[in-house]
């Protein structure tokens, strides 16, 4: 009996490029998941869409001096054809921004409100003289109570995951002015969260087979006890509130987003003309409901989201499994779209193979804890593993065959070893089934991994090359055993690997999808006869030198040594210097820096200090600024600037593994994206790698500590 299986996927905002720590996050490893059901006969429905309520879209387009909803518009495009580039295979990608959403939204919280899940409260907000503005909570970033990030949000730490009220933050500010904002009393609609304890313990009981890093965030959430929650914010971008007297606010985006996985079944059944179909996953109690995202969603998706369901209907399925990922970084660091740092889906599918990018996620997903890309690593396993194991040996047996044999031979009878194999193939075809119905991705793909390297073994030990001599027709039995082996390959490999996958099917007689099939196909008889064409091979060596010269940022920035000629106080600012500089064949500057209080005129003029060449000009507090001089700072207040040595004015600074390549002009934020750090040597780190001249490595002109950031 087929199964229904329902696959929600977290919904992305919609205020700035997908990265892939998104991928890694909760994307590929739904897709993986619903490509494997799909093949196993069961009915999959897949949603998400893009998240285009809510501050982070708001800020964007104040950035950007543009309309919030240009900005949804713009990156609600990118997003749905980057998803399709990279092959997630969703049933419908949406957005908030519709319609039905809305109404969906609205039936929902009336619901809810009818029933007293949701009252009015009267509270404290902070209010921004400054601005003349309530601050929703996006707009408010202070200190972590818990974890003392200096950059959390008004509702959440994405460092530790805490979900919070503004006013558990130390040090608040103003996001947009960075004023010190005041609490004043406002009205608001709260969700009563509270109220579902009991049930959502009794719920989580039987759970135990979930992560257990996700039974445990949700076991300890219930345990410390349910805070209400505030559904309405202070701000006009958003759904309306359905109730009079809140015309001026509208719905949290919290509760927004969520409601879009019941709101987008709904648009997918409209669009396939049964507006009842929907029902078949959300009122079947045999369904089983599966929610993929990053581990900072959890709550809202074991807490939350249930939360509301129960309250809204109690015939509605709730999750049956949340196999949240850990996050993927960058050489350590957190992807972000805020901070500008990750590496890009709109680059990356320009640039690399999917399905090497899929591949090298896949085998490094972080499923149980923080993994990194690595563009070293991404090479290697790229070029010894996904080219030198697996494409090379579907190539090499491919291509012995078609020259020896023309089409698919015919096997003659299997001897031991022939015998073995087939029970490698079907031993490793049950065993990723059952890795992948488990959500245990790594290791499913490591099997299928494993079977190609066993193929290798097979090939070599067999010697076609020499059976042709001597014995055509058992050479036809070892190719024929070689070709079913990838055969198989391609089944196994289908969910991750969903392009290339295509390509071995019809490459060995196959017609129509390979994701159209099923799991069974992998066993069945080949083609024999079939005529073989010259493959093409599947992937490509990658070059480090190459890669990080077209995908690293660093290798945009034009760093120089600079000579200080002359250091006056800025006439405007008692926190700045005016300084001009030699650049050599570059010329003379004049720039603005912020070092008054930490180096004398006396001590700053003849140094030789590290700037930031290519930056576009800027007006600070009047003066034309043209460069940026760089300066580390530790936790401990302590500002140091850079000290290149004793070189001529005009000197490069670069990375010696990161060829560098200056383009144009940078703007401020292009700089942000790099992230420069001091070792225990006083070094300047670029991720692992430091940062030199011909002459020498660049340090601190002062003692800072370990760790301590460029800026």
Avoid at 193 to 208: A, V
Wanted: charge should be negative; glycine fraction near 6%.
């Amino acid at each position: 009996m087929n199964e229904k299986i329902y696959i929600g996927v977290a919904w992305p905002y919609a205020n700035g490029s997908l990265h892939l720590g998104h991928m890694a996050g909760c994307y590929l490893p739904a897709d993986v998941f619903a490509r494997y059901h799909r093949m196993s006969g069961n009915d999959v429905l897949m949603v998400s869409g893009s998240d285009e309520h809510g501050t982070p879209i708001t800020i964007t387009a104040d950035k950007e001096h543009t309309t919030p909803q240009a900005i949804v518009d713009r990156y609600n495009k990118e997003h749905t054809e980057n998803m399709q580039q990279f092959g997630i295979s969703f049933d419908l990608f949406t957005r908030t921004t519709t319609e039905n959403h809305t109404q969906v939204v609205q039936d929902l919280f009336k619901t809810l409100y009818e029933k007293n899940h949701i009252y009015k409260k009267e509270v404290e907000a902070f209010y921004c003289f400054q601005c003349k503005r309530f601050l929703p909570d996006r707009y408010i970033e202070g200190d972590c109570p818990y974890c003392r990030n200096k950059q959390a949000r008004g509702d959440q730490c994405d460092e530790c995951g805490h979900l919070m009220e503004v006013e558990h933050l130390h040090n608040v500010r103003c996001k947009l002015c960075g004023a010190t904002p005041e609490l004043q009393v406002t009205e608001h609609l709260y969700f009563a969260l509270s109220q579902f304890q009991q049930k959502l313990l009794d719920w989580i009981s039987d759970k135990t087979y979930w992560k257990s890093s996700v039974f445990k965030f949700t076991e300890n959430w219930l345990k410390e006890g349910l805070l209400d929650r505030a559904i309405t914010r202070d701000m006009s971008w958003g759904i309306p509130v359905p109730l009079e007297g809140f015309d001026s606010k509208r719905i949290y985006v919290w509760f927004d987003a969520v409601t879009g996985y019941l709101s987008a079944s709904k648009e997918w059944a409209q669009r396939k003309g049964n507006p009842e179909q929907w029902k078949e996953w959300w009122l079947n109690a045999e369904a089983k409901h599966y929610y993929f995202l990053a581990k900072d969603n959890i709550p809202f998706h074991s807490i939350i989201w249930p939360s509301m369901l129960m309250g809204y209907n109690e015939q509605l399925q709730l999750p049956y499994n949340i196999p949240a990922n850990e996050y993927l970084r960058l050489r350590g660091e957190q992807f972000s779209k805020s901070k500008g740092l990750g590496v890009w889906v709109p680059d990356v599918v320009k640039k690399f193979n999917v399905d090497a990018v899929r591949y090298y996620l896949s085998i490094n997903m972080p499923e149980n804890r923080d993994a990194n890309w690595e563009w070293e690593d991404f090479i290697i396993k790229n070029n010894d593993e996904l080219v030198g194991t697996y494409g090379n040996f579907i190539h090499r047996v491919v291509t012995f065959t078609k020259k020896n044999f023309g089409c698919i031979p015919k096997a003659g009878p299997y001897d031991i070893i022939d015998q073995q194999i087939q029970t490698e193939i079907a031993t490793a075809l049950e065993e990723v089934q059952k890795a992948l119905a488990n959500c245990q991705f790594k290791q499913g793909i490591k099997i299928a991994m494993n079977l190609a390297k066993k193929g290798n073994i097979y090939f070599n030990d067999k010697e076609p090359w020499a059976q042709v001599k001597t014995d055509k027709n058992i050479c036809a039995t070892t190719l024929h055993v070689c070709l079913q082996i990838v055969q198989a390959l391609a089944v196994c490999m289908a969910p991750y690997l969903p392009f290339s996958s295509q390509t071995i099917w019809k490459m060995i007689g196959n017609t129509g999808s390979i994701h159209e099939t099923t799991w069974n196909a992998a066993l069945e008889p080949l083609h024999e006869g079939y005529e073989l064409t010259e493959p093409k091979p599947l992937f490509k060596k990658l070059v480090f030198e190459e890669i990080m010269t077209e995908g690293d940022p660093f290798s945009k920035v034009d760093l120089r040594a600079a000579k200080v000629l002359e250091v006056q106080n800025h006439p405007d600012a008692d926190k700045l210097y005016l300084l001009k500089v030699d650049l050599g064949d570059l010329g003379e500057r004049t720039i603005v820096a912020g070092m008054r209080a930490y180096y004398t005129i006396e001590e700053m003029t003849g140094k030789t200090i590290v700037m930031v060449a290519n930056l576009k000009a800027a007006k600070i507090r009047g003066i034309k600024s043209r460069g940026m001089l760089l300066a580390a700072t530790d936790t401990r207040g302590i500002v140091s600037l850079l000290n290149p040595g004793n070189v001529p004015a005009g000197t490069k600074i670069y990375i010696k593994d990161i060829p560098q390549e200056t383009v144009g002009t940078l703007d401020f934020d292009d700089f942000i994206k790099i992230k420069l750090t001091v070792d225990e040597n006083q070094h300047i780190l670029y991720h692992n790698h430091q940062l030199q001249t011909d002459q020498g490595l660049i340090t601190t002109d002062k003692e800072v500590a370990k760790g301590a950031k460029i800026k």
